[in-house]
């Protein structure tokens, strides 16, 4: 980082400055409620669902904040880069660990079932009801 970059980053105005503090207090309200989310919720599933969509919108709440006050160059662009990381791979991740579960065998709560595979070319939808019938078609 050079000495203007540093000089700007520590004079950052009053708008700057609150959009920073928003920032990072907003991203750390999510991380928090991401982690009593892991700890209270009952399976593999629901935990999941809670570390991937409330760790990710704080984690780059805080990644946004730090390129808000750094400025999109140097630091700043590192953040974005980190933002964009973030948004591609928490949701992969998240689905390929419910993927994994389902096929272990880990059970669902009472009443939820994972949806049935329709085959290709099958006239028959997800619920087992006939799709032409279901249109009107006969």
């Given at each position: ?110 009443g939820v079932t994972w949806p049935k595979q329709?085959?290709?070319g099958d006239a028959d939808t997800a619920d ?11």
């Open positions: 980082m050079t000495a203007a970059e540093t000089a700007a980053a520590a004079t950052a105005g009053p708008v700057r400055a609150a959009l920073v503090i928003l920032l990072t207090v907003v991203g750390s309200f999510f991380l928090v409620v991401g982690t009593i989310g892991l700890l209270r919720f009952p399976n593999v599933y629901n935990r999941m669902h809670a570390t991937s969509k409330a760790t990710t919108l704080g984690a780059a709440s805080i990644a946004l904040a730090a390129t808000v006050y750094y400025l999109p160059h140097g630091d700043g662009l590192m953040a974005l880069v980190t933002v964009l990381f973030l948004f591609l791979t928490a949701p992969t991740g998240a689905h390929m660990i419910s993927q994994a579960a389902q096929r272990m065998g880990v059970p669902f709560l009472d329709v085959a290709s087992g009801t006939d799709a032409d019938a279901a249109n009107g078609d006969d």
